[in-house]
């Protein structure tokens, strides 16, 4: 008989082999190392060479293991400072008006909203109606301008009887034709100014008639509210649009 032979299992090995299949980091590999020498037949020693390539496999985890957590930190750092720039770059366009893409706007005791339209062509009628979320229409405007061009329409969120609407969400449908009577396609839009910015862990927004909205909502910039006010009664404001106002 030979004496030496140990029946009994190391604890680390049997901690590594309850772990989970993707916990095998560099510590769970170098216990797996340690327990197989532990518990190697005397009579049969571990290769050389095979000894040889875990080590060289255990050198390669670590390169890899420290390769991966220096690239983690400098994603994280380059996420950090995109981050940064771009809150100091729309923090700059405060007091710009923007135009914010979609059709419905929420109610939640706001002055006014802005709809902005545009006539890609001169048009034999145009009117803007604004339904309720029950599709019950509240509020029209017709006799509008039909010439090509930008218009901006304000909305006091008053429906046709002048009585304030109930907070909720209103969608606006804009209907136009040309001049052989039919259907024109009318892009809409809101317009208004960058009130301020705010910063969230969800991310940044922009407070533009005292409703938040995602950057990626404005799909265009206009300019300086201060240097657009349209001045009351010329044809074509500043910026472009034509009053309906």
Do not use: C
């Not at 940064?84 to 923090?91: G, P, Q, V, Y």
């Not at 929420?106 to 339904?131: C, R």
């Amino acid at each position: 008989m030979v004496d030496g032979i140990s029946s009994t299992t190391d604890n680390s090995a049997v901690q590594f082999a309850t772990e989970r299949n993707d916990a095998l980091d560099k510590d769970a590999f170098l216990r797996l190392m340690l327990a197989q020498l532990q518990n190697q037949d005397p009579l049969e020693p571990l290769d050389g060479t095979d000894y040889s390539a875990q080590l060289a496999q255990f050198s390669s985890l670590e390169q890899m293991t420290n390769i991966n957590n220096t690239l983690n930190m400098s994603l994280d750092a380059n996420y950090l400072l995109t981050q940064s720039i771009n809150n100091s770059m729309t923090a700059a366009l405060i007091g710009n008006e923007v135009k914010i893409a979609g059709n419905t706007v929420p109610y939640e005791g706001q002055d006014k909203v802005t709809i902005g339209y545009d006539l890609i062509a001169n048009s034999h009628d145009v009117s803007v109606k604004i339904y309720d979320s029950n599709g019950r229409l509240v509020k029209t405007f017709d006799d509008l301008d039909t010439s090509m061009g930008e218009y901006k329409l304000s909305w006091d969120f008053t429906d046709n009887n002048g009585k304030t609407v109930s907070p909720g969400n209103y969608k606006v449908e804009i209907e136009a034709t040309n001049n052989n009577l039919t259907e024109m396609k009318v892009p809409q839009y809101f317009v208004g100014p960058i009130n301020a910015v705010r910063y969230s862990a969800e991310g940044t927004t922009l407070v533009v008639n005292g409703l938040e909205y995602d950057i990626s909502e404005v799909f265009e910039v206009l300019g300086s509210t201060n240097s657009m006010a349209s001045a009351e009664g010329d044809e074509t404001a500043p910026n472009g649009f034509k009053d309906e106002n």
